[in-house]
T-cell receptor, first 114, second 107 residues
Framework: DAGVTQSPTHLIKTRGQQVTLRCSPK?????VSWYQQALGQGPQFIFQ???????QRGNFPDRFSGHQFPNYSSELNVNALLLGDSALYLC?????????????FGSGTRLTVV | GIQVEQSPPDLILQEGANSTLRCNFS?????LQWFHQNPWGQLINLFY???GTKQNGRLSATTVATERYSLLYISSSQTTDSGVYFC?????????FGAGTRLTVKP
């Protein structure tokens, strides 16, 4: 059973460009969350998608947007890249079982903005 | 928002030693999880433990929800235990992570 798959694994972009990151959730999971992890820090919640809708959003600007497809896979788009957007972007899929949400994380996409 | 503080920030152990990692949080939560981030960046879920005690091999965790803290115990540490340990708390839709404890186990 495949876990969470993220692509690409590494990416280098120039300031001002746009980027799209992709995530395939674990089989059976219906919810996808995205996190940004700067070097030396804990992950920060960007947003969560469920039933193709953004259900909750963290404290990130509108330059960060996302999408969830009918097969539950998801994309994270970042426009007008800034140097400060350089980070590891983690996708987590999840499912609520008996009231508890269990998360499975992917290995992440390391984005470098130059 | 909820504040999550983890201590110590760094921990260096000799192989075979035991350790205790602590997570304090500022508000009541219905979701608390411990994760291990390996050197390749992947977060591995260790425990879902909003309250009570759980054990899995050499690892165990205890959360005292009324006092807003959780402890992760690692016994007989191995070099493969090295990495960053994160506590994450929240509701069912978003998780707030602490800054982590970086554990180094030396042979």
């Amino acid at each position: 059973d495949a876990g969470v798959t993220q692509s690409p694994t590494h990416l280098i972009k120039t300031r001002g460009q746009q980027v799209t990151l992709r995530c395939s959730p674990k089989s059976g999971h219906d919810t996808v969350s995205w996190y940004q992890q700067a070097l030396g820090q804990g992950p920060q919640f960007i947003f969560q998608y469920y039933e193709e809708e953004e259900r909750q959003r963290g404290n990130f600007p509108d330059r960060f947007s996302g999408h969830q497809f009918p097969n539950y896979s998801s994309e994270l788009n970042v426009n007008a890249l800034l140097l400060g957007d350089s980070a590891l972007y983690l996708c987590a899929s999840s499912l609520v079982i008996q009231g508890a949400r269990g998360y499975t994380f992917g290995s992440g996409t390391r984005l470098t903005v130059v | 928002g909820i504040q999550v503080e983890q201590s110590p920030p760094d921990l260096i152990l000799q192989e075979g030693a035991n350790s205790t990692l602590r997570c304090n949080f500022s508000d009541s939560v219905n979701n608390l999880q411990w994760f291990h981030q390996n050197p390749w960046g992947q977060l591995i879920n260790l425990f879902y433990i909003p309250s009570g005690t759980k054990q899995n091999g050499r690892l165990s965790a205890t959360t005292v929800a009324t006092e807003r803290y959780s402890l992760l115990y690692i016994s007989s540490s191995q070099t493969t235990d090295s990495g960053v340990y994160f506590c994450a708390v929240g509701g069912n839709n978003d998780m707030r992570f602490g800054a982590g404890t970086r554990l180094t186990v030396k042979p």
